[in-house]
């Protein structure tokens, strides 16, 4: 009954942590409430879209699971944003549930050091300042040297529909006491939050005559760097709107819901409202646009996406029926809201270690956020550092500037979180060198340094990075005559001498085709083809970047000592003083994201450090 690591939840984030520490040869136990529900997606079947879908290519990169995963398990692969710069473009894929349940399942099983527990989780051992065991609700007690924690929306969960309410972790499934309890007697501060869903329908009882169809595109992207077969589309997906009789139900029926009548109350996702909060705050529009999702191939349930709603059972019923082409439509499981505990992130290191208790690592929904995507990350990243805290290898901590996971944590250990937090292109100040396509350069060296993919991995992604630059390389060096491209295909204004095919690539109106035809070359793989030309449109913007990013360096290594003793500090206001006792920051860069911490402070806490190194400086000059 001693594992390396433990494992608590076998949601997105347990998953991706018990992979990585496995895979890492590190015995590791996954304790979950019910080993059948491993992977299950509790909200909508989709996994990706924008930025999202650049978590799940950077998962991958690090040698996470769910790009694999969901390559296979996918039904429905959409590419977002296509219309606009490569920049913000987001993969996105229906998911057969039942099928991605399964691979999680049988991924975690391939690896030969993962062991998987079904039970419930009641409390945490602590020992000399560092966790040591997990208490079993049997009483046994399983010691470990790292915790991962990771229970999603369990904790003391309360479902609500309508008025009605009942302790639930999701839908049919108990909730998890006494851990948040046991928790906060260790000195972990709890907070609650709220997220919700749309109800499911029979997909028999549709008319799709009164929707409009969505297919996958003709050639589905892959999310995973090294996916053995193309991904496939195999369904589709409709579309349709919510009309004004919709609307007129939920404004006649706000008395009976929970959210309006006060009795959820916790803090839901602002940007991923329900149905009644649309109604409610943007009324004179005159339709909210919903998606119609395939739950999966050997099902006829469909998910409502963009219905999430916590109304009463019987107006669920009439809210659909309302909407054009669901007038029949028969609702298997109602949409519902859920109120959990979860535990502010800044009491966490970047590390996604606990600032309280040593070796203990949380992740995912405990975290305050929201979503299958921003969970695997935090997983893999608490994985990663929980098997290092063991092997003696340095703890991951990715900046800002390589990758949104970056971003995702810093934000929460840094600025905590007042609502469920999701991920946005919006929130990453260096966006334009994160994209997509190029989360493997950006990762896979870290990654493999690490040991967390493999040689062939490396050396197959190393053979495409070469070819791109090679590419890049010819269309830089190769002019473009008048002739040749003047009386070409493009669209493009005339040139009037040889010019650099890289600098007509810059040109908005010009795609990397009308380039290759100009100078009679073909690039036959679509990733390198598109990889070059992403990289010579931005190169500029790139450039100009790379300035910035020099800036953001510094600050962010100029690291502050995590004793660093703020309280006697003179010139630095109480409020200040106590936001940065909390955090902690470990860099003068992380100190300024925190909300209230001003630049007149950073000066403040820069000159003392300044003073403490020459002190010490000096002190070593005199031993
Ligand atoms: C009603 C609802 C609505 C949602 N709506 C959205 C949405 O609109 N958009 C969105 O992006 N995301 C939504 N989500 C969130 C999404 O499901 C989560 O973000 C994601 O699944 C979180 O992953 P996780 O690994 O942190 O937790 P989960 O996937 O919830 O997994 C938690 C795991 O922990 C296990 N567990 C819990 N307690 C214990 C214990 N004590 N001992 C052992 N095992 C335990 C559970 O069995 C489960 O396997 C919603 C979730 C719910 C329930």
Known sequence: MKFDVIVVGGGHAGIEAS?????????????????????????????????KGNIVREIDA????????????????????????????????????????????????????????????VGIVSEGGRASAVMMDSGEEIQATSVVLAMGTFLNGVAHIGLTSFPCGRLGEPPSKYLTESLTELGVQS????????????????????????????????????????PENRSVCWITKSSSETHKIILSNLDRSPLYTGKIKSRGPRYCPSIEDKVVRFGERDGHTLFLEPEGLDTNEMYLNGLSTSLPFDVQVLLVHSVPGLERAEVTRPGYGIEYDFFPPTQL????????????????????????????????????????KILGGELLVLGRETSYIGVLIDDLVTKGTQEPYRMFTSRAEHRLVLRQDDADERLMPIAYQKGLISKEVFDARK???????????????????????????SASSVIRTKTQASQLLKRPEVGIDDILSAIGEEIEDREVRLGVEADIKYSGFVEKEKERLEQFRRMENEAIPETFEYQSLQGLLAESKAKLSQIRPRSLGQALRIPGVTPADISVVMMYLSKQKHVSRETTVNQ
């Open 191 to 230: 907070g609650r939050l709220k997220t919700g869903t749309s109800p499911r329908i029979d997909g028999r009882t549709v008319d799709h005559q009164k929707m409009s169809v969505q297919h996958g595109d003709a050639k589905p992207w892959p999310f995973s760097f090294s996916s053995e077969r193309p």
């Open 349 to 388: 290191w970047p590390t996604l270690e606990s600032k309280v208790l040593k070796n203990l690592f949380f992740a995912g929904q405990i975290n305050g956020t929201s979503g299958y995507e921003e969970a695997a990350a935090q997983g893999l990243i608490a994985g990663i550092n929980a098997a290092e």
């Open 19 to 51: 992979y990585i520490a496995g895979k890492r040869g590190l015995r590791t136990l996954l304790i979950t409430s019910h080993l059948d529900l491993i992977g299950q997606m509790s909200c909508n079947p989709a996994i990706g879209g924008i930025a």
């Open 463 to 489: 053979r495409v990075w070469n070819l791109k630059t090679e590419y890049k390389r010819r269309l830089f060096d190769e002019k473009i005559s008048p002739e040749n491209w003047n009386n070409g295909a």
């Open 62 to 121: 690090l040698g996470g699971a769910m790009a694999k995963i969901t390559d296979v398990a996918g039904i429905h692969f959409k590419m977002l944003n296509q219309t606009k710069g490569m920049a913000v473009w987001g993969n996105r894929a229906q998911a057969d549930k039942k099928t991605y349940r399964t691979l999680a399942r049988k991924v975690l099983e391939s690896q030969p050091m993962i062991f998987l527990l079904q039970g419930l989780v």
